[in-house]
């Protein structure tokens, strides 16, 4: 009995030592809360303020204008999904895309979680294909995080540390390649990452064009702890913190996974296409294709009976069904607004599974099955899932 005594203890002792403190925004400050330096590089993603929308359209339409001088009266996006190590298919189909001569120059890229840290290289262009393909077909998981459980399970944030991934994000976003993001940014290009803020459990929109053009000193390393925090899987990863200020006092927001509130996010139900044309000023024709890091349907796969277990399958169940309903969403939006959509997801009949939250052999198949999609032409769907036009 003294033995049990002790380690409970123990356990309340060790829990103390490891609490978080942290100065999150009140409630009522939520709304006006920036990232301290920057104004204007991030808005909700479920927004409904008519005059969020009406300086969104404004901002857009001066870019389309630019961008429709030299596009051929065209208007051409890219949106990427969530999906982990699965993100090797995208790699797979843009660098095939790119070796058809065929791929966009894309006017807009958007990115949630693993398709955060692929959206930059897209974004970009094909002169990035050689770092994209290194990192979805060699990155292990000792690559990306260090178990943390025992610190998790005692008051952290998380069951493991995402340094390893921070440096390699690091490595990647250089001041160089912020700066090249900024060029693209002024001649009226889209780049944007979803996170999800914790405190206020919505979707949140960043602007990484206006991030890297803003000149401010802090951009390089937000534009790092967007990519972050976008990829940051709730409980196994931990939250990244943004400094924030609101009403001339600094605080903190915690942010995770884009995928938490949306696995993929392009076309906006708030903003109808044809109010954005009537300022362009003109018709144009408008183009999207859509990427799932993941397959449709998931694979029959027997539950271990234990708390691990049925939660990890569960987020899955959940990851799958959500993934669906967002095409679906994206789908209605597109035919309201006149975009000619395609879609692009792992083929059921790839059956492969990892051996580890990031498996070499596993992506490297998997970037295969991309690129043979494009190579025979059978990449691109009409229609979402189970859709009977």
Not at 24 to 52: H, K, M, S, T
Not at 280 to 302: A, E, F, K, Q
């Amino acid at each position: 009995m003294i033995g049990r005594i002790s380690a409970f203890l123990l356990l309340a002792l060790l829990t103390a030592c490891t609490a978080i403190t942290r100065n999150p925004v009140p409630e009522p400050l939520i709304g006006l809360a920036q990232p301290v330096g920057f104004q204007n590089v991030r808005f909700w993603g479920d927004f409904n303020d008519p005059a969020v929308v009406g300086r969104l359209l404004d901002a857009r339409a001066g870019a389309i204008r630019r961008r429709l001088a030299s596009s051929g009266g065209r208007v051409r996006y890219l949106a990427l999904s969530g999906g982990g190590q699965y993100g090797a298919f995208s790699a797979g189909i843009l660098t095939a895309w790119s070796a058809t001569g065929q791929r966009p120059d894309f006017d807009g890229v958007t990115g949630i979680s693993t398709g955060a840290i692929i959206a930059p290289f897209a974004f970009l262009g094909p002169e990035y294909d050689d770092e994209l393909t290194e990192i979805y077909t060699t990155l292990t998981t000792a690559d990306v995080a260090r178990p943390r459980v025992l610190t998790g399970l005692l008051g952290g944030m998380a069951l493991s540390d995402t340094a390893p991934l921070k440096d390699r994000i690091a490595s990647i976003v250089t001041p160089e390649f912020l700066s090249r993001i900024a060029v693209e940014h002024e001649k009226g290009r889209l780049l944007l990452v979803g996170t999800t803020n914790l405190d206020a459990g919505r979707p949140v929109i960043w602007d990484m064009g206006a991030i890297a053009a803003s000149g401010q000193p802090g951009a390089l390393e937000l534009f790092r702890n967007v990519i972050l925090a976008s990829a940051a899987i709730q409980i196994a990863f931990p939250p990244v913190r943004f400094r924030v200020e609101a009403n001339g006092r600094e605080y903190e927001e915690l942010h995770v996974d884009g995928g938490v509130t949306s696995q993929v996010a392009v076309l906006s139900p708030q903003i109808p296409l044809d109010q954005l044309e009537s300022r362009v000023g003109r018709s144009y024709r408008r183009d999207l294709w859509v990427i799932v890091n993941g397959g449709i349907t998931p694979p029959p796969d027997p539950v271990k009976p234990s708390v691990p277990g049925i939660g990890a399958a569960s987020v899955n169940a959940l990851w799958y069904a959500q993934a669906t309903g967002d095409l679906y969403k994206i789908y209605t939006t597109a035919r309201r607004d006149r975009v000619n959509v395609r879609f692009a997801w792992v083929p059921p009949e790839f059956v492969d599974q990892p051996e580890e939250k990031f498996d070499p052999v596993f992506m490297r198949s998997l970037y295969e099955v991309g690129q043979k999609q494009v190579r025979s032409g059978t990449a691109w769907r009409r229609y979402p899932p189970n859709y009977t036009p």
